[in-house]
């Protein structure tokens, strides 16, 4: 299981929000680049990098700072938020990323996140299903939908999706454990799940870890202290 920290950028900044709340903002860090140089440095080797400013003007906003991030370091890094458009993908390609996440684009332009899979291939495009009570969110979890989590990935799975991030919102930054539940039923043969959402301790990455997820990505848990990168760095060698 991949241990993978968490940047969320608003105005190139890192921060965290409480259930995708944009009015519930905690500034961490108004230089993500010295964040992830933190991770790279604790033994992680992969980066979860959310343009949350992206995710609201629905076209990729702080690729300056992906591609900093990625020019200074040698994380692999997964970047979500705002990529809407071919151009937005090239721009993140570009910039470094590794991997790029669709979700609203999965929902709201289906045609185009499924030539981007026939396009780039399975092991490049992740498929973010973020849900709600298990149905579907989208828009920076703004938006619901009436779409089972259950069925959108078993679709996208048929359609050459390996990769899935789940959130479930109502756990999102409350620190309150993942939904454990939802992973559970969302597995899959061939199918790589990374959980999202409620870590708040290293049981929580433990149970995951029995679980045989892909990967987790850990994020308000490690700013606030919940857990501690030399804990990660030693639960990532284990894995």
């Known amino acids: ?37 933190e991770f790279e440095g604790a033994g992680l080797t992969r980066l979860h990098l959310v343009d949350l400013d992206g995710a609201k003007a629905k076209k990729v906003i ?34 470094g990323a590794r991997q790029v996440t ?6 709201k332009n289906p045609a185009l996140f499924e030539s981007w899979l026939k396009q ?14 298990e149905k579907i969110a989208v828009g920076g979890w703004e938006e619901g939908t009436e779409l089972w ?12 999706a390996r990769y899935v991030i789940s959130t479930d919102v ?9 939904s454990f539940d939802l992973y559970e039923k969302l597995k899959a043969p061939g199918l790589d ?8 301790s290293m049981e929580d990455l433990e149970k995951l870890a029995e679980m045989n997820v892909f990967g987790v990505i850990v994020g308000k848990a490690i700013y606030e202290g919940r857990v501690t990168l030399s804990q990660l760095q030693e639960l990532n060698a284990a894995c």
């Open 1 to 37: 299981m991949f241990i993978i920290p968490a940047i969320d950028l608003i105005e190139g900044k890192a921060v965290r929000l409480t259930q995708g709340d944009y009015s519930q903002k905690k500034v961490y860090n108004a230089n993500p680049l010295e964040v992830a140089k």
């Open 62 to 95: 702080n690729w300056t700072v992906l591609e900093k991030i990625a020019s200074q370091t040698s994380l692999h890094i997964d970047f979500g938020g705002g990529v809407q458009s071919d151009d937005d993908l090239r721009v993140v390609f570009e910039s």
């Open 102 to 107: 669709g979700g609203s684009i999965a929902v």
């Open 120 to 133: 780039y291939g399975g092991e490049k495009m992740i498929l973010g299903a973020d849900a709600k009570n």
């Open 149 to 160: 989590v259950y069925d959108f990935v078993r679709e996208w799975q048929e359609k050459g």
């Open 170 to 178: 109502a756990k999102d930054g409350l620190l309150q454990g993942p």
């Open 193 to 200: 799940i990374i959980a999202s959402g409620g870590v708040s």
